[in-house]
């Protein structure tokens, strides 16, 4: 007979093994599923496993300072090119561009790849700065 917890037994656990599930379920005793169960079901065991989370992405920014204050070439770039993007720290933009299923239909035809609509579109932004910029 499977073993029934409370919940706040579950989420003390979540909380002891820092939200790593395989650990919690090896604490209690039960399966991963078992503590997912709970997880679903339990406000108390989805906000443990939240606080555990919020406090491994706390420890990891705290690390992260660490490194940069320090020196580090690396964690600085990456620092920048994240929480720093809003301030033009960034490597390439990403737009999103939207095609109809009936042009891509018909550039499928014509042999026409996806990443050719996007190089032939560049190309025609990059000619019309030049244009307007001369």
């Known amino acids: ?5 409370k919940a706040q037994e579950v989420a003390d656990a979540i909380i002891a093994t820092r939200g790593f599930i395989t650990y919690t379920a090896r604490q209690l005793g039960c399966t991963r599923s078992t503590v997912y ?3 679903n079901r339990y406000d108390v065991c989805k906000q443990a496993v939240e606080d555990a989370r919020a406090n ?3 420890t990891a920014e705290l690390r992260l300072w ?3 204050n320090d ?3 690396t964690a600085i ?3 920048l090119k994240t929480i720093g993007k809003h301030r033009g720290y960034i490597g ?5 561009l939207a095609l109809s299923p009936e042009t891509m239909a018909m550039a499928s035809k014509l042999g026409i790849s996806k990443q050719d609509i996007v190089r032939e579109f560049e190309a025609l932004i990059r000619a019309e700065a030049e244009r307007v910029n001369s």
């Open 92 to 96: 390439r933009h990403d737009i999103g």
């Open 66 to 68: 660490e490194q940069i």
């Open 1 to 5: 007979m499977a073993r029934r917890y």
């Open 71 to 73: 020196g580090d070439t």
């Open 56 to 58: 491994m992405l706390d």
């Open 77 to 79: 770039i990456f620092t």
């Open 37 to 39: 169960d709970y997880i």
